[in-house]
């Protein structure tokens, strides 16, 4: 990540207006959240993703069978303009779940949950769980990237405050009309 981005998102961050966002028992489904517009997070973003996400069929092999149009007719474009900031507190957590696509026409979708680990501090657990059994551990700056249909989880924070911020990899459809399944 540039150290331009990085500034950009720490900015940003500093001035976010956080809400309780409980979707759930407290214990299981709590966080707290901002949403903010940034083609500037956006746009670093998807420069520093995108060598490696280039080939969509690679990273979505499994769930782009259920999609109404085949996956090689997709090319992943940039990442959404709407990024969301979720803060943890200890003993919070998020329960398993799949990410839900955005959806903003028929020729544009996202397709890869974006995850950026953010500093905060002395944060202890708050892993992100997902697949079977991979552990995607909070460090500064730390990026995963994963397909939005991937079962995932945050453990429980057990001490500090996990701050991450959400983005997405959009993809635009790129093939013929009529060449649905």
Known sequence: MSPELAAVIAETVAEASFEEQQLGPRHHRYRERAIVESPAIADGLWDALSPHVAELGRWLAD???SWERPVDE???TGCNP???FYRYHP???YAPHRDAPWRPDAGT???LTVLVYLPSGDCVGGATRYGVDELIEPADWRIAVFDHAVLHEGTPVERGRKLVLRNDVVA???GQVGSSR
């Open 82 to 84: 709407r990024s969301r």
């Open 172 to 174: 635009t459809w790129v």
């Open 91 to 93: 003993g919070t957590s």
């Open 109 to 111: 979708r996202s397709v």
């Open 63 to 65: 769930s782009a069978r």
């Open 74 to 76: 997709w090319r992943a």
